[in-house]
């Protein structure tokens, strides 16, 4: 009896495993097939929505037909708002090697304020995904979703960042397991402590409902 527990318990790992390594694979594939910057963020997107499935105990759904029926379906909604955080990157980018050519009392003054906008920023693409598969919105409002998520619920996002540098440590250490893990493990890690803020917030709102009524 009980090695036939512990050989379900192995198989499911196993299961799990295949499972992220699969799905790593084709959000690599599909980022190919757009030629990365028109197909990072439909397979990113296409990633975190087959991840939630799994976390709401859909494991039995076939992976590449729904991976790829996502990434048709919000192709133009997914990459309008991937190329929204693009340019905020650029932004940002231009705005550091503009900042470090400065000199003298100014440079620390806006340094400072660029370092606390990155974070923020950081912040909102913790959560950008998350929200974006979880929610119905227009395409700015999942920028302020996630920016407000990010900001009232601190202890999420540091656990959520502590998770992410976990991720990447794996991945820069351990090359083989970043090529088959990077994407679904970190995808997976943020849904997932996304998934408990979003039940803990739905149960404080019907709490709060009850107490109204």
Known sequence: MESSEWMGRFYGICQWITRLAFINLLWLLFMVVGIFIFGAAPSTVAMFTIIRKWLRGETDIPIFSCFWETYKKEFWNANRLGFILLGISIVLFLDWRLISSLQGSLYPVLMGCLIGVVLLFLTVLLF??????????????????????????????????????????????????????????????????????????????????????
């Open 128 to 213: 950008i995904f998350p929200v974006y598969v979880q929610f119905e919105y227009k395409t700015l409002h999942y920028i302020k979703a996630a920016f407000l998520l990010g900001v009232s619920y601190p202890l999420y996002t540091m656990v959520m960042i502590s998770a992410a540098i976990c991720v990447f440590t794996i991945s820069i250490f351990f090359n083989g397991v970043g090529i088959l893990f990077f994407g679904s493990g970190l995808s997976y890690v943020l849904m997932y402590i996304s998934n408990l803020l979003f039940s803990k917030i739905a149960k404080d709102f019907t709490v709060v409902v009850k107490k109204v009524l």
